[in-house]
């Protein structure tokens, strides 16, 4: 029943929102009860909601990818945690391998360079990290397929907003942006370093600036420089607050999941990312009041980084046809 759908798309999405916090409660059941905490991997939550709210969106139709693309990350990620220091040369190799292994599958799977750079940002050098991202892709991809198989699917045609989302989610359709968009990584790289506070570059921000680089005139977040940085550091805040008062259980994750959702509603923005940025508390040892503080900081500078840039690339553009 969680996935009925028969009375209209605002039924389907809340059934799919109800079970994406099942399914990441059940992760991290799983993770407390083997002792490997890297099953509960944060953008599974993003993962989670938009497939499970959104079963003909881009990523809903790619379970082989859902399942392939963070594992290869993670492979990448860990490889690099374990022989290079943290630092803004690591970090670009390790966002660049990622965007490298996006590009070679064609995956629209953006979130699996958030799998790469987490063991670098919380220094995992354990082999297990990418079989635990193995087993909770492929128990998504798996709720994917049961509900392909024995759920009716939403009927078509899709919303406005689906169809923008999954032009968001698509592979990118060129590459032009990637030295800008690296060159803010390594800007936020260097404060992240040179201050010690490694979430100003928190994992997820770089799967949002991904996105809105490589769909700047459609990305519906871009054009919300305010929103997006305070829904981010909300999310985060919830968390934060959640893993303080009542610990790192299963209720717990579920709760700090909902808060996320709650708060994406309140601003109306479908930010999938935002939603691992309340999980990643639940992995971080000591989480404290200044990792919002960072998120809020290092969000908002990637959205006026981001107008900067697409205000100069217009302009540039705009001068290039007047000659």
Do not use: Q
Not at 6 to 27: H, L, S
Not at 204 to 222: D, Y
């Amino acid at each position: 029943m969680l996935f009925k759908n028969a009375k209209g798309p605002e039924r389907g999405r809340t059934a799919g929102e109800v079970a994406a916090g099942i399914y990441i409660g059940g992760i991290a059941a799983l993770a407390g009860a083997t002792g490997v905490p890297y099953i509960l991997f944060p953008e599974l939550g993003a993962l989670a909601h938009d497939v499970l709210t959104r079963p003909r969106g881009t990523w809903a139709k790619a379970p082989l990818l859902l399942v392939a693309t963070p594992v290869l990350t993670a492979l990448v990620g860990t490889l690099i945690a374990r022989t290079m220091a943290y630092g803004v040369p690591s970090i670009l190799l390790t966002i660049a391998s990622a965007i490298v292994v996006i590009r070679l599958l064609r995956s629209p799977i953006a979130p699996a360079i958030s799998a790469g750079l987490l063991p670098l940002t919380l220094g995992v050098t354990s082999w297990l990290y990418p079989p635990a991202i193995l087993l909770g892709t492929g128990l998504l991809a798996g709720l994917v397929l049961l509900r392909r198989r024995f759920a009716p699917m939403p009927p078509e045609p899709v919303s406005a907003t689906d169809r923008l989302d999954d032009l968001v989610e698509m592979p990118p359709a060129e590459y032009s942006w990637i030295p800008f968009f690296l060159a803010f990584l390594a800007f936020d790289g260097v404060l992240a370093v040179t201050t010690g506070w490694r979430f100003l570059l928190y994992p997820p921000l770089v799967v949002i600036g991904f996105e809105m680089f490589a769909h700047s005139a459609i990305c519906p977040w871009s054009d919300r420089p305010l929103a997006l940085p305070i829904a981010c550091a909300a999310s985060g805040a919830v968390g934060t607050a959640i893993v303080t008062l009542a610990g790192t259980g299963p209720i717990a994750v579920m709760v700090s999941m909902a808060g996320g959702i709650v708060i994406l509603r309140l601003f109306r923005l479908h930010v999938p990312p935002a939603l691992a940025v309340g999980l990643l508390p639940f992995v971080i040892d000591h989480v404290d009041a200044r990792f919002p503080v960072a998120v809020g900081i290092s969000t908002a500078l990637l959205a006026g980084t981001f107008l900067l840039w697409r205000r100069v690339s217009s302009e540039l553009r705009a001068n290039e046809i007047s000659e």
